[in-house]
């Protein structure tokens, strides 16, 4: 997934991408926005894909433990 980095006068923006010409908005429903000040390890991102697959019934990819 890319990394973007905020810093000065940047702003960001949640269901808004600017685009050259003008801004493209976001049309569907979002039920959850997990934010992060910071980059997190793969022990980090298994709680977080477990959390959400026991949350909104997700199956999870072969091998992914959740116990």
Known sequence: ???HT???NSYMSIGRR???GGSEYFGGIASEIIYFDGAFSAIDR???ECYLSSKYGIPLDAGLNCD
């Open 6 to 8: 905020y810093s000065g």
């Open 18 to 20: 600017n685009q050259s």
């Open 46 to 48: 298994n709680i977080i």
């Open 1 to 3: 997934a890319p990394v």
